[in-house]
């Protein structure tokens, strides 16, 4: 996914109040879900605007933004003053590139879909974390594929919950769990978008 399939529409992204909305019910899921403390260094991963990390930031004491889309990382760079928590931001690949920073936890939204491998992906999570760190992964569920009206470098029209599941497991996550997170309203119908948590 080299090309920046954003460079159009992050300026904005965050003027769509069906999508701000959405990450705010996702956001109250993680807080709801997962065990944050201010002690505690996160990734989020394809994190774009920050719509997600800026909500998750007053819980944390640092988060480690990471997005291939140079355009959603300029956009967050504008908000980093305005963060309750520190900030680092990658730009990178995560798919195709290795860091060696170790996480105590990895949240993320309606980015799985554009990760083409996501056995590999949840190994590389399970790799990233410290021992007993967590992941709170947020994303669409199955679809007929209506939820994308262009080209974002989409690999799965949402997925089945058991089958994701599986794969969290699979890649030696404990305690992995699937709940309901937020229901997007688009023009062409409602989408629904789960939560799925896990431990190392």
Known sequence: MSRDFFEHKADIF???????????NIANAVIK??????????????????????RIAPSVRKITAIDISKS???????????????????????????ITDKFDGIISSMTMHHVKDIGAMFVKFYSLLNDGGIIAISDLDKEDGSFHTEDTGVYHFGFDRDAIALAAK????????????SMMHKSQGEFAVFLLTAKK
């Open 14 to 24: 965050d003027s769509d109040d069906n999508r701000v909305s959405n990450v705010e």
């Open 33 to 54: 879900n997962v065990s944050l403390d201010r002690k505690m260094h996160l990734m989020d991963f394809g994190s774009g605007t920050g719509l997600l990390l800026e």
């Open 72 to 98: 959603m990382n300029d956009q967050l760079e504008k908000k980093r003053v305005s963060l309750s928590c520190e900030i680092d931001i990658l730009a990178i690949d995560l798919e195709s590139t290795d």
């Open 170 to 181: 699979q890649a030696c996550f404990r305690e992995v769990k699937v709940v309901d997170a």
